[in-house]
């Protein structure tokens, strides 16, 4: 599980990041916090986005997860455009940590969500990975769907390809995610719930994920314009089997 201090010091970021994000004036449109579990080990996120101009933005996210092999952590980059309504495409960039490991790894690519009708969406996601030490390289590829059932419910569904071909280790890594999130219309806050199923390294295994969330500004929802993009996960299934 998390330490309780650094959990703390955590939700404490995200409490002071609050009224940043709730300041239009200074070019924040909208943010999500996400606090929850996996399986039991503890997880929290945060996602703002900016707007550079009419049409361009700038998302940043910030994850720590808890796993049985110990601590990840995550920094995330999007630079978007918004060239019409109903899509938006750009760059990422993401580095991750695991703690206590001497592990790191970087990822980079392109990404767009595209509207495909009133109440749904669909997000797509390509790029490489590296991680060191090692030097181990992997390409990865995801597609999502969202899916709006009504004013306050949304289904969503996703899956993750992620080839490595090293001496050490030749694996195509795969992971399938459906869940639900619930946020009543109106309100700040939320609830989601998902249950991923992976399979590395000849290994199959499921997950259930809980949480809350926190949507200020303006975020959320199934429309492309509103909706923040995910972080990559192009290591996870491996690393948590403990083979990064």
């Known amino acids: 599980m998390v330490p309780l201090p650094r959990l703390a010091a955590v939700l404490s970021i995200c409490l002071l990041a609050t009224p940043i994000a709730a300041q239009s004036s ?3 449109s909208g943010a999500t916090f996400d606090i929850g579990a996996v399986d ?3 997880f929290v996120a945060i996602r703002i986005d900016t707007a550079i101009t009419g049409h361009h933005g700038l998302q940043f996210d910030a994850a720590l997860s808890d796993h049985d092999t110990g601590l990840i952590g995550l920094m995330d980059g999007h630079l978007y455009m918004r060239p019409a309504k109903g899509r938006k495409y750009g760059l990422f960039a993401q580095v991750g940590d695991a ?3 001497s592990r790191s790894w970087g990822a980079a690519g392109i990404e767009g969500m595209f509207a495909a ?17 090692g030097g181990w390289d992997a390409l990865f590829a995801d597609a999502g769907v969202i ?6 419910l949304s289904l969503t569904a996703r899956l993750t390809l992620t080839e490595i071909d090293e001496v050490a280790l030749s694996t195509i890594a795969k992971e399938a995610r459906l869940g639900l999130e619930y946020r009543p219309r109106g309100t ?4 989601f719930a998902d249950i991923t199923a992976d399979r590395a390294d000849g290994i199959e295994t499921t997950t259930l994920r809980l949480g ?3 949507t200020l500004g303006d975020a959320g929802g199934t429309a492309p314009e509103t909706r923040l993009f995910r972080a990559a996960d192009p290591f996870g299934p491996l690393f948590r089997r403990g083979r990064l």
């Open 26 to 28: 200074l070019g924040v």
């Open 40 to 42: 039991g080990d503890a």
């Open 99 to 101: 703690d206590g490991h």
């Open 117 to 133: 009708g009133t109440n749904t969406a669909v997000e797509l996601r390509g790029g490489l990975a590296l991680s060191q030490p």
């Open 147 to 152: 899916h709006g059932l009504s004013d306050s």
């Open 188 to 191: 700040a806050w939320g609830a």
């Open 212 to 214: 809350l969330s926190l």
